[in-house]
């Protein structure tokens, strides 16, 4: 039960369909190996259609949120937690267009230490809103707080990823583009933080 008592409404059915949908493709951004120009196109395709289906859900649940009339959560919490989801994915998206425009076939080992941060946080997102589709509000909290955790890990993590930049690259145009695709992976991360402080506020409100 999440926005009606007694049964399983379709709002709490989607929001739990669109944080798998952004699962799926934080594992995809996490797993996919990239060596040439083929698999960065493939790669750069695939993260499109994982945004495109999020939009879709996005636009479901404006339509569907129209027509519902009462909730238990306030409907603009609703719709600030739906849109701070499709903010993480509009992020990854963001940077698979980064990675195409300058042409990394070859991602950097810190990189992958991003990507395993957004997976991470991502699934913490996942337990979240499932015990929220389950109106166990108070279980929430220690997905929270390990989401906003990440977080500060990956602001020391780009930290470190552009001091070692410029510590071993001298060619400022490499140092330009990796400094590009760096900030944008902790801006992954950081709209994973929204999505958590959407959700204390949410706890707060309904506690």
Request: proline share 1%; with cysteine.
């Amino acid at each position: 039960m999440f926005f009606f008592r007694g049964k399983k409404d379709k709002l709490s059915v989607l929001l739990v369909q669109m944080t798998e949908n952004l699962q799926e493709a934080a594992q995809f951004f996490l797993e996919q190996e990239l060596t040439n120009h083929a698999e960065l196109q493939q790669f750069v395709k695939s993260i499109k259609q994982y945004e495109k289906v999020g939009d879709g859900y996005v636009e479901t649940m404006m339509k569907e949120l129209n027509h519902t009339y009462i909730t238990v959560i306030d409907r603009e919490d609703i719709l600030q937690l739906v849109v701070c989801l499709d903010n993480v994915l509009d992020e990854m998206n963001h940077c698979a267009g980064l990675l195409d425009m300058y042409s990394i076939t070859k991602p950097t080992e810190q990189m992958k230490k991003f990507s395993q941060k957004i997976y991470d946080a991502v699934i913490e997102i996942s337990h979240a809103v499932e015990l929220l589709s389950r109106r166990k509000l108070s279980a929430i909290t220690p997905y929270s707080i390990r989401i906003k955790e990440l977080e500060a890990n990956t602001n020391n993590l780009l930290r470190m990823a552009i001091k070692q930049l410029f510590a071993t690259t001298r060619d400022p145009i490499k140092i330009m583009q990796c400094k590009e695709v760096y900030e944008s992976l902790e801006g992954i991360v950081n709209e994973c933080r929204s999505v958590a402080i959407t959700l204390d506020s949410i706890i707060m409100k309904n506690s």
